[in-house]
């Protein structure tokens, strides 16, 4: 079983800049990869970003060059760093984490995220 817990979201003006944590507990001893998804009202959740096991990443078209993701292995925890945000980047944003072999996923509670003047 593993657990997530995500912090750092909240309110911020266009342009802003938010960082947030993901931290795992559990059995998360083998893992396919990390990412972040979001989903905003009325619409369908979608990957954000993601960090395989090899530090390979990927991002969704819409937040590239402005979000980054990372992990610090020794605390068990993902980032993603996101900067000159914009009012369609609101949304509450989970984390996720894919277990190696049996392709079981793992959800954090979520964490809103609000771009606003």
């Known amino acids: 079983q593993v657990q997530l817990v995500e912090s750092g979201g909240g309110l911020v003006q266009p342009g802003g800049s938010l960082r947030l944590s993901c931290a795992a507990s559990?059995?998360?001893?083998?893992?396919?990869?990390r990412a972040w998804y979001r989903q905003a009202p009325g619409k369908q959740r979608e990957l954000v970003a993601r960090i395989f096991s090899s530090g390979d990443t990927d991002y969704a078209d819409s937040v590239k060059g402005r979000f980054t993701i990372s992990r610090d292995n020794a605390k068990n925890t993902l980032y993603l760093q996101m900067n000159s945000l914009k009012p369609e980047d609101t949304a509450v944003y989970y984390c996720?984490?894919?277990?190696?072999?049996?392709?079981?996923?793992?959800w954090g509670q979520g964490t809103q995220v609000t771009v606003s003047s």
């Open positions: 559990g059995s998360i001893a083998l893992i396919n990869h």
């Open positions: 996720n984490l894919e277990q190696r072999y049996s392709g079981v996923n793992y």
